[in-house]
């Protein structure tokens, strides 16, 4: 049906194209070359003298007790399967299920002669594209007509589905297992700051916003049954990224984005046309979205068994790529440029001066408003956004001081009314203090930013635990969910992420995309140490 449709048949023969005369071609031949040279170094280094003393210091490491604290699963996962919270939280969800599954199962020849209950029954049995598809409505549907409530009630929606699924097929369940006791604890801290909030009207919709997120993780997890569904999940949402960026592109190219002063120094990049947004509220939001998405192309293309697929999802990634450049988000790039050495580090890391050496080579070649761009980083103190950062801060510091043990409560409509309290040394009064990290911990205090940094600190570790004891399939998309972690983890430090809330919610499915996978991981090791 694809290979006769007018649209992708013109695309269809350009892979084939591409693919046969490839085999034959010069190009083959120099990147064999290429290839073989590389191989020939590495048989070179793994003999020599130097690769026996870093495998000798890297065994050493690896056995100390200190190093191993880091770097080692430990007991807290399994206690948390066996805790008294578990239990109360998994009981929620499981007592309703059990009870409705007895009397499923009782009239089960009865329901299924609804013609309906049979059409639901097949489609939630591959409830991963259904959730695939509305990650998809989220990414591209405009912001104009977009509402931030459409999160919670399609958080709510997807659960509902899940439900349903936990009392119509035989073998399935909310995964709470795969959750880390750490989110727990971190989502206990969301409540807390919400309980004791000082303006609890202004929280209500943020604890709805951190409750549809934390739902985002129990839904991926619970529907990432395997390898293939997780994968799934991950190659629809592509195609949603693909097209924002797609739109992104027609911004650019038709100019229907203007320069706005407002969200650059006109002195400082002259000559730089309007920055992009695509669907989102801006180009920082939109940049990203694109930093926690660009490293899954890469797994897919590592993932996929033939190479006209591999071919797709390269072309694929391409529009959001070159849509990267064109937002003018100069935290997105950076984060961008962390997730490519994370990820290379983490799948070769023999790879690594090479690609280091690549992106260095490419800055001839970038766009004169890009480098432009790039050099105001180095020029901090003549930029004007810089220092608009460094005078929230200086607003943000005795506020900070006020309320760092015990947080001023959820969102960040608090966060403005009482900062008006204080003297600005901004013109206006700041929605934000433009860091994440520093939000949180003025929202929640104390409590809240260690169980968020703790979660995110055990999320990486199992994560990379993970990538050495794990299949190709999983390996490659735990090394792309943390690069692409560990990349909007640094833009954070300059942004607050989750300022608008579809970003946030694609953090937060990020977060469940790396739990999904680390949890299959386990799961298949704990099989095979059994059968051992």
Same mark, same amino acid.
């Not at 594209?129 to 929606?157: D, Q, S």
């Not at 604890?207 to 990432?224: D, G």
């Not at 490659?476 to 990349?487: F, P, S, V, Y």
């Given at each position: /049906?694809? *290979?006769?449709?007018?649209?992708?048949?013109?695309?269809?023969?350009?892979?084939?194209?591409?693919?046969? %005369?490839?085999?034959?071609?010069?190009?083959?031949?120099?990147?064999?070359?290429?290839?073989?040279?590389?191989?020939?170094?590495?048989?070179?280094?793994? =003999?020599?003298?130097?690769?026996?003393?870093?495998?000798?210091?890297?065994?050493? #490491?690896?056995? %100390?007790?200190?190093?191993?604290?880091?770097?080692?699963?430990?007991?807290?996962? $399994?206690?948390?399967?066996?805790?008294?919270?578990?239990?109360?939280?998994?009981?929620?969800?499981?007592?309703?299920?059990?009870? #409705?599954?007895?009397?499923?199962?009782?009239?089960?020849?009865? +329901?299924?002669?609804?013609?309906?209950?049979?059409?639901?029954?097949?489609?939630?049995?591959?409830?991963?594209?259904?959730?695939?598809?509305?990650?998809?409505?989220?990414?591209?549907?405009? *912001?104009?007509?977009?509402?931030?409530?459409? =999160?919670?009630? @399609?958080?709510?929606?997807?659960?509902?589905?899940?439900?349903?699924?936990?009392?119509?097929?035989?073998?399935?369940? +909310?995964?709470?297992?795969?959750?880390?006791?750490?989110?727990?604890?971190?989502?206990?801290?969301?409540?807390?700051?919400?309980?004791?909030?000082?303006? &609890?009207?202004? %929280?209500?919709?943020? /604890?709805?916003?951190?409750?549809?997120?934390?739902?985002?993780?129990?839904?991926?997890?619970?529907?990432?049954?395997?390898?293939?569904?997780?994968?799934?999940? &991950?190659?629809? /949402?592509?195609?949603?990224?693909?097209?924002?960026?797609?739109?992104?592109?027609?911004?650019?190219?038709?100019?229907?984005?203007?320069?706005?002063?407002?969200?650059?120094?006109?002195?400082?990049?002259?000559?730089?046309?309007?920055? @992009?947004?695509?669907?989102?509220?801006?180009?920082?939001?939109?940049?990203?979205?694109?930093?926690?998405?660009?490293?899954?192309?890469?797994?897919?293309?590592?993932?996929?068994?033939? +190479?006209?697929? !591999?071919?797709?999802?390269?072309?694929?990634?391409?529009?959001?790529?070159?849509?990267? +450049?064109?937002?003018?988000?100069? %935290?997105?790039?950076?984060?961008?440029?962390?997730?490519?050495?994370?990820?290379?580090?983490?799948?070769? !890391? $023999?790879?690594?001066?090479?690609?280091?050496?690549?992106?260095?080579?490419?800055?001839?070649?970038?766009?004169?408003?890009?480098?432009?761009?790039?050099?105001?980083?180095? $020029?901090?103190?003549?930029?004007?956004?810089?220092?608009?950062?460094?005078?929230?801060?200086?607003?943000?510091?005795?506020?900070?001081?006020?309320?760092?043990?015990?947080?001023?409560?959820?969102?960040?409509?608090?966060?403005?009314?009482?900062?008006?309290?204080? !003297?600005?040394?901004? !013109?206006?009064?700041?929605?934000?203090?433009?860091?994440?990290?520093?939000?949180?911990?003025?929202?929640?205090?104390?409590?809240?930013?260690?169980?968020?940094?703790?979660?995110?600190?055990?999320? @990486?570790?199992?994560?990379?635990?993970?990538?050495?004891?794990?299949?190709?399939?999983?390996?490659?998309?735990?090394?792309?969910?943390?690069?692409?972690?560990?990349? &909007?983890?640094?833009?954070?430090?300059?942004?607050?992420?989750?300022?608008?809330?579809?970003?946030?919610?694609?953090?937060?499915?990020?977060?469940?995309?790396?739990?999904?996978?680390?949890?299959?991981?386990?799961?298949?090791?704990? $099989?095979?140490?059994?059968?051992?």
């Amino acid at each position: /049906m694809f *290979h006769d449709s007018v649209l992708l048949k013109p695309v269809f023969l350009l892979v084939k194209l591409i693919n046969t %005369s490839y085999e034959n071609s010069i190009l083959k031949r120099v990147v064999t070359s290429v290839i073989n040279f590389f191989k020939t170094l590495n048989r070179f280094y793994e =003999n020599s003298v130097t690769a026996r003393i870093a495998k000798l210091i890297t065994e050493m #490491l690896y056995n %100390s007790a200190i190093i191993g604290f880091f770097t080692r699963k430990g007991k807290m996962s $399994r206690w948390w399967e066996h805790s008294l919270a578990y239990r109360i939280i998994n009981g929620c969800f499981e007592v309703p299920s059990k009870i #409705l599954k007895g009397f499923y199962q009782k009239h089960e020849e009865i +329901f299924l002669e609804s013609i309906a209950v049979k059409a639901a029954k097949a489609l939630l049995q591959r409830i991963e594209y259904i959730v695939g598809l509305f990650l998809i409505v989220i990414l591209v549907v405009p *912001h104009e007509r977009w509402n931030n409530v459409y =999160n919670v009630a @399609i958080a709510l929606f997807l659960v509902f589905l899940i439900f349903i699924n936990t009392i119509i097929q035989r073998h399935w369940m +909310f995964n709470f297992k795969a959750l880390d006791c750490t989110l727990i604890l971190f989502m206990t801290a969301v409540v807390v700051s919400f309980a004791t909030s000082m303006n &609890i009207s202004s %929280s209500i919709k943020y /604890m709805l916003f951190y409750a549809a997120c934390f739902l985002f993780v129990l839904i991926i997890v619970s529907t990432a049954k395997n390898e293939n569904s997780l994968q799934t999940i &991950i190659e629809m /949402m592509l195609f949603g990224v693909t097209a924002i960026g797609i739109f992104g592109l027609w911004q650019s190219i038709s100019g229907a984005v203007v320069f706005d002063p407002s969200l650059t120094d006109v002195e400082m990049n002259q000559g730089m046309p309007g920055r @992009i947004y695509a669907t989102m509220s801006n180009p920082n939001n939109f940049g990203e979205i694109l930093v926690m998405s660009l490293p899954f192309y890469v797994s897919v293309i590592l993932n996929s068994k033939t +190479f006209f697929k !591999k071919m797709i999802y390269f072309i694929m990634a391409l529009p959001p790529l070159l849509a990267l +450049f064109n937002t003018g988000s100069r %935290s997105s790039w950076i984060g961008f440029a962390v997730s490519v050495i994370v990820i290379t580090f983490l799948l070769n !890391k $023999r790879l690594l001066p090479f690609i280091i050496l690549g992106g260095v080579m490419m800055i001839p070649f970038l766009p004169q408003y890009v480098y432009n761009r790039i050099l105001t980083i180095f $020029r901090a103190a003549q930029d004007t956004s810089t220092q608009t950062r460094v005078k929230i801060l200086q607003t943000v510091e005795p506020m900070f001081k006020h309320y760092m043990l015990s947080g001023v409560g959820l969102g960040s409509d608090i966060f403005r009314q009482l900062i008006q309290n204080y !003297k600005l040394y901004t !013109k206006a009064v700041p929605p934000h203090t433009h860091i994440l990290y520093l939000q949180i911990w003025i929202e929640m205090g104390l409590a809240g930013f260690v169980t968020f940094m703790w979660y995110i600190y055990r999320t @990486i570790k199992n994560s990379v635990i993970g990538i050495y004891n794990s299949s190709l399939t999983l390996k490659t998309i735990l090394a792309a969910g943390t690069a692409a972690l560990c990349g &909007i983890l640094v833009t954070s430090l300059v942004e607050y992420s989750w300022y608008y809330p579809r970003v946030m919610v694609m953090f937060w499915v990020l977060l469940g995309i790396i739990a999904a996978a680390t949890y299959l991981a386990e799961l298949k090791n704990r $099989r095979l140490s059994e059968m051992d």
